[in-house]
Each structure stands twice: as structure tokens, then as C-alpha cells.
């Protein structure tokens, strides 16, 4: 199994997979087939076995998914076996959502610092974090080797801060600033834009 | 030009080229080329001029894009050459940092009405709006026959207020529950999932 070669649209079908065995798995069930999951994530049987026979033999005929260890396998192939430590930088309304947001530990997540250049807001308390200077946030980054990243700053500083960022170590940026980030090979961005979302959407309505 | 003929992922990254697209025009850009715009989104030129060619003839062989033209052109396949209403469903922390973000107006949408069931917050304001029951909501959705919602109810209820909304005559939910939604034929769902996007990057960390 080698990382370059399987394509990242089905890397990122993997999550929503997870998310719903861990949600079935929480309801108490123990097996399911492609055709339940397939109609609980709105994607075909067919595509969901293919997705997941890249990783292996997963399923058998008749009896389906046994839920725990495809699970256990997915949290292996997306690496949320362990805990990713985040740094979110921007506390404005979206930072503090994310920052008092209860649904990143148990998938594989844990906030370690909050970072904003706003001198009225350096020292105060987000839920349990100080909000840190970002002056200092290089090397902070740096002593705690967090990878991740989640940017919550406005659109004219995303492009510095994460200039930023990768400089201080971070391989893997959640971008919610609505531009396109330039980073080096070897550090991934994904985009929050909800406005993306709508207009995805709006594309298919009268 | 048929919608249905179109994939889907296609019709996912022209909200991608329109977001660069105004951002060039707001610094005073006036032309660009698939080379310029597939450094600026991270995607190949070769995808972008076939993804736009879908469209018709937009770009001439050497002179590249008019952006003022394709952002226009764009905006009318969107559909966002007009103003969607929007209801927020869901108060939290979320819900709050939709209703107070400045990005929906310019980019197609706009909020209407924002709705919770918590007896607190019922009354209250964010912003400039008042926050409403639930109970009232798909009398209140469908007199203003609003198309589009945002969901940010916990996960546990999500399934049952997007059936109220689908019932309203909602066509449209971006849903922010980490849940996947059942909904008949004819609506869409977007989902905004941090944590999926996370673990789309962490699988190619080591």
C-alpha cells in the first residue's frame, strides 16, 4: 500500500466512512454491508467496496463489515490512532467556535494552543486556553512539534501567517480564510469556505 | 448545456475559480490565464480549461481569460448572479459565527432568519437578528419561501430538524452536524466536517 498511489478523492472518502461506522458503532451495531453505509453517506455500494478494497480485504460476501475492525483499520490507514495536536490561529468568531468545539478529541484531534495578534486579546481565556501572542508562535510550534494547524484569520493575513506556519513545522493546514493558500510540496491544505459550499449547491436550484 | 451532464465534481471547483477570480479583479487584475489561475487554486491548467470549456469558449489561445467576463459567467452558471436567502438553524457557538460573518453578502447569499429551540436564547439577537422558535420555523421558512439552510443543531437532532426543513421547502442544507443526512431526491446537502477535512491530511503525515 503506498500513499502516492492512491488517489486522494478516495482518501477523502475514508472520514466519512469512519464517521458513520463510529456513529453506528456508538448505536450499538456490529456489522453492516456496503449497501447500509451506502445509503447512510449517499454513496454507492459499488464505489464504497472499491474505496475500501484498496486497503485490503475488508469484507465477505453475505456477512458484510464487522464494524469494530474497520474501524480500528480506517483509524490506522488515516493515522487518528493516535492524537494530532492543532494549533488554531485567529480567535475571532470562528476560532472560538473551534476552539470550544467538544468533537475533535475522540476523532483523533487535540487543541494545543490558540494564537491571535490582537493585543486585547493576548492573555485572555478561551475555555481552558490563554490566548498566545502569534510573535512567539514560531517557536512555540516548534518546541511542541505540532504538525496541524486550523487558520481562522482574515483573508488580507492567511497567505503571511501561513508562510508562517510552515516555516514553524506545520505539514497539514485547515484553511477557513476564504483564499487559495501557496504552500511548498509536502504541506496539504484543505479549505473551509462555506460561501463554496452554498454555491455548489445553488448550481442545481431554480 | 444540461445539468445533469455535468459531474458534480466539476461543478464543485467553479465556487474555487470564482473565489480566485474576484480576488484578482479586487486588486485590479483584468485578465488571466489557466496557467496564472491553477498556480492561484493549487489545480492543473489543463483541468481548469477543460472544466471551463464545459461552459463554452471563454479564454483565447494566447490571451487568456477576460476576468471580468468569466467571473460573470460563472456567477450566472452558479446562480449566484442573484441573492439567496438563508436561515441558520442552531444557535451555538457555530451558529453565532455564521450569523455574524460579512463573507455571505457579495459572494450570493444572504442570511434571513436564524432559529433555535432553547427557550434562552429564543428572543435574544445576534447580530441584527432575533433568534426564533423552531416551532415556527417551516411556517415561517415557507412563507418566505427561503431555498437554502445552514445547520448547526447537534448531531442528535440534525436528522429530524432537516426533515422539518425539507418539509418547508428547503432545497439546500449545508449541514455542520458531523452526521450524514437522509434527504429525498431534489435536495442537496453539502457538509462542513473539520474534523473529516483533518483526517483527509494526517493520512499523508508521518
Known sequence: MNADKI????????????????????????????????EIVGISAAQIRKDISQFGEFGKQGTGYAI???????????????????????????GHALARYNGFTNRGFNIKMIFDNDPKKI??????????????????????????????????????????????GIKAIL??????LNVPA????QYIDPVAHLQRMTYYLD
Chains 1, 2 share one sequence.
Not at 68 to 94: Q, Y
Not at 175 to 180: L, M, Q, R
Open 175 to 180: 484553511n477557513y480564510a476564504p483564499i487559495s
Open 7 to 38: 488517489p486522494d478523492i478516495i482518501i477523502g472518502r475514508l472520514p466519512v466512512y469512519l464517521r458513520a461506522l463510529q456513529r453506528l458503532s456508538d448505536k450499538g451495531v456490529h456489522t453492516t454491508s456496503s449497501q447500509e453505509l451506502g
Open 186 to 189: 509536502g504541506v496539504r491544505v
Open 68 to 94: 469494530p475492525f474497520l474501524v480500528e483499520r480506517l483509524r490506522d490507514i488515516l493515522k487518528v490512532n493516535r492524537v494530532w495536536e492543532v494549533v488554531i490561529v485567529g480567535i475571532g468568531d470562528m
Open 123 to 168: 492573555g485572555q481565556k478561551v475555555g481552558d486556553f490563554e490566548i498566545y501572542d502569534t510573535a512567539g508562535m514560531a517557536e512555540k510550534i516548534k518546541q511542541a512539534k505540532v504538525k496541524v494547524a486550523m487558520l481562522t484569520v482574515p483573508a488580507t493575513a492567511a497567505q503571511e501567517v501561513a508562510d508562517q506556519l510552515v516555516k514553524a
